[in-house]
């Protein structure tokens, strides 16, 4: 019988999960981690990136997120607090190859007035939100 930890994982508007899991892998500054229960009280940021986890029925759910930090409690409860999080079915793909497209276009233009790191961070946040749509359970 797998072990399992409490999970929120919440954005700025709303609640995007709550529950139990057995693993959890999330990208932070330095690299990605895992999570599994009886894990030592920590608190990491995150960065964009894709968040794969283990439910408590076995299922492998994957979510895009923006960065923001992640929590183990000293109880052993994992909190993730995203800029912005989506779960892979939530996933607009013709809106996130849309994001894609118009950074690129500004990144080619070279425009005197172009902020190189908005354009950039906006093409890797399209791009993986697009690899995470593409995931399957």
């Known amino acids: 019988m797998p072990r399992l930890f409490d999970l929120t994982i919440v954005a700025p508007d709303r609640a ?14 330095e690299g990605y981690f895992g999570v599994l229960f009886g894990h030592a009280p920590m608190i990491v940021q995150l960065r964009p990136g894709e968040l794969k ?17 992640l929590e183990v409690s000293p109880l052993g409860q994992v909190a993730v607090v995203a800029d912005a999080a989506e779960a892979a079915e939530e996933i ?5 190859q849309a994001a894609a497209a118009r950074a690129r276009e500004r990144m080619a233009s070279r425009n005197a ?18 690899r995470v749509a593409g995931r399957t359970g």
């Open 53 to 69: 986890l283990m439910d408590d029925q076995g299922r492998t759910r994957y979510l895009a997120i923006s960065g923001g930090f």
């Open 113 to 130: 007035g172009l902020d190189v790191a908005r354009a950039q961070a906006a093409l890797q946040r399209a791009l993986i939100r697009l």
């Open 16 to 29: 995007v999960l709550e529950g139990r899991a057995e693993s959890l892998v999330a990208p932070g500054v």
């Open 92 to 96: 607009d793909v013709a809106r996130a």
